[in-house]
């Protein structure tokens, strides 16, 4: 049974920081680019961060370029989303995701960061 569950978010202080993590079972984690996503009230849910199976080659949205880092621990299959300097704009439900190469793709239920003061 495929599971993605995220935990680490919560409610914080404009420019505090908060990491995410995504623990994942039941698939070959290894074999798998893993992203994290994010959607706020009312608007269309947004790649946040990916990271690749092979490399570990990272990208970013440009809102979130310096501020957020991604990464993963397939010993422990599990990616994670560091976030500092948070804004007020990056209160969302933030989802993990799972993708392979020949189309197989997870999500998790998410977990919610609110910023504010």
């Known amino acids: 049974q495929v599971q993605l569950v995220e935990s680490g978010g919560g409610l914080v202080q404009p420019g505090g920081s908060l990491r995410l993590s995504c623990a994942a079972s039941?698939?070959?984690?290894?074999?798998?680019?893993m992203s994290w996503h994010r959607q706020a009230p009312g608007k269309e849910r947004e790649l946040v961060a990916r990271i690749t199976s092979v490399g570990g080659i990272t990208n970013y949205a440009d809102s979130v370029k310096g501020r957020f880092t991604i990464s993963r621990d397939n010993t422990k299959n599990t990616v994670y989303l560091q976030m500092a300097s948070l804004k007020p704009e990056d209160t969302a439900v933030y989802y993990c995701?799972?993708?392979?190469?020949?189309?197989?793709?997870?999500w998790g239920k998410g977990t919610l960061v609110t910023v504010s003061s």
């Open positions: 039941g698939f070959t984690f290894s074999s798998y680019a």
């Open positions: 995701n799972a993708k392979h190469v020949y189309g197989m793709d997870y």
